[in-house]
């Protein structure tokens, strides 16, 4: 794993600073921002961060990689605690049918629905929901979520 040093960072967002409780009520809606900043990653892990001016030099860093963030804002990954990325088919358009006042009933009568998300899924390979849910996963990445829950994939991958 490579060393990384991020430098010029417009915003460096989401620091807590000697926080040893979870954030509740009011806290929530404050976003705590430090400009003109530096974020340093060894061993993938944070090792060091702050404003431009008290980053004075690396020291004993190999492999080290420099990403100018000139006018970007970094932010914490996001984490996503509950996903349905395992699927056969999306259902937007029942989102649609529910906009229209229909109801879940009629949703169903026309093919839609949780019975029939759930035949499909029992219809398809466990190599096609495992290529499918990849997919979803690296889409899901690259928008800036680093955890994810998946339950439904565990237990198909572990056949519990």
């Known amino acids: 794993m490579s060393n990384i040093l991020i430098k010029n960072i417009k915003g460096l967002a989401g620091i807590l ?6 954030l509740r009520g009011e806290e929530l809606a404050k976003l705590n921002v430090i400009d003109n900043a530096y974020l340093a990653i060894e061993n993938g892990r944070i090792a060091d961060y702050g404003k431009m001016e008290d ?6 860093w190999t492999d080290l990689e420099v990403i100018d963030a000139d006018g970007k804002f970094v932010l914490p990954a996001f984490c996503d605690s509950h996903t349905h990325i395992v699927f056969a088919a999306t259902r937007e358009n029942e ?3 529910r906009i229209h006042g229909l ?15 759930a035949k499909r899924l029992a219809e398809m390979s ?5 290529i499918s849910a990849m997919k979803c996963l690296e889409l899901v990445k690259s928008f800036g979520t680093g955890a994810i829950e998946i339950k439904k994939w565990l237990r198909i991958i572990c056949g519990s």
């Open 17 to 22: 600073e000697g926080n040893t409780s979870a």
């Open 55 to 60: 980053l004075h030099g690396i020291t004993n």
């Open 95 to 97: 989102f649609v049918d």
């Open 103 to 117: 109801t879940y009933e009629e949703i169903g009568k026309k093919g839609g629905g949780i019975l029939n998300s």
């Open 126 to 130: 466990e190599d096609d929901l495992v």
